[in-house]
């Protein structure tokens, strides 16, 4: 039985990365590049100042994917210290690493690594962030155990999660799909997207997992999107994975998405989609 769970995990995870990994995914990332980076700018900088960063420190950057926000916080640390950022996910870290580079960092570095078993010696770091991951974990607190254990006496952990799904980002794009649609289930790893927007959960789930000095708030960040609302609907095709269950379903089907680009056209101002995101923000302290 427990050979059977093992597999079945072992199983779910490689085929998580074949999804993050896929050719697709990745050539549609690769050319809204510039975009995305902007319209995840500030959910990038609320995770930086919530972890009141100092020269010296060493961070752990769980779910780095392509190197956010593992390289602002080596900015932020003006190189000193160390930022390791890992992912499951190996073709972002290439990425990640490319990035770097280009920048000339060297307290920062990337690999290959699973937070429910952090290939790390207890108190190793000084901080644990993760953005936009901590809902995607499929042993939540296993995970929190495994961050607070890596962190120092003392140490903080800073998570940002999407908060409800009721808000103008999803409600334009798979709200108006399911209007027209709604025969179609979001899928169960969609729904866990969001499985901190009620208030008070990820708290929960932090001080179950043995952290201290819990602090949670959701937070409204701009994410504006600089194009038109065609190329964002494109872009959240081809990289939102969650949903692809969802949308290839209605691939080709022209009536939703004419109507997905009225809805994204009512927040468009002739350079930017903008919309505001509700976010959830916790820090602890182990």
């Known amino acids: 039985m427990l050979r059977n769970r093992i597999l079945a995990a072992e199983e779910k995870q490689v085929m998580a990365e074949e999804s993050w990994n896929s050719p697709a995914r990745l050539n549609t990332a690769e050319r809204f590049r510039t975009q995305s980076a902007e319209m995840g700018s500030a959910v990038t900088d609320a995770v930086v100042e919530a972890a009141r960063l100092a020269p010296g420190l060493r961070v752990l950057d769980v779910g780095c994917g392509s190197g956010e926000p593992a390289i ?17 996910a190996a073709a972002p870290l290439e990425v990640a690493r490319l990035r770097a580079r280009k920048l000339g960092f060297k307290n920062v570095e990337f690999r290959q690594g699973d937070v ?16 936009l991951g901590v809902m995607f974990f499929s042993d939540l607190h296993g995970a929190l155990r495994e ?127 903008r919309c505001q995101a509700q976010m959830v923000v916790a820090t602890a302290e182990r």
Do not use: C, N
């Open 116 to 131: 429910h078993a952090l290939d790390f010696a207890s108190a190793s770091f000084d901080r644990v962030t993760s953005r």
């Open 147 to 273: 961050m607070r254990r890596v962190l120092r006496p003392g140490g903080q952990v800073v998570l940002l999660a999407w908060g409800p799904m009721e808000q103008p980002y999803f409600e334009r794009t798979i709200g108006t799909v399911r209007k027209l649609r709604p025969e179609l289930e979001i899928p169960a790893t969609a729904l866990s997207m969001f499985r901190f927007g009620k208030s008070g959960t990820l708290r929960w789930a932090l001080e179950e997992a043995g952290f201290r000095g819990v602090e949670e708030e959701t937070q409204d960040l701009p994410w504006d999107w600089r194009g038109s609302p065609q190329e964002l609907w494109e872009y959240f095709r081809g990289v939102t994975v969650p949903f692809r269950p969802l949308l290839e379903a209605v691939e080709g089907d022209v009536e939703v998405e004419q109507s997905v680009l009225i809805a994204l056209g009512q927040d468009y101002d002739g350079r930017h989609v």
């Open 72 to 88: 602002s916080i080596a900015t932020r640390l003006q190189g000193t210290g160390m930022v390791t950022g890992i992912d499951l």
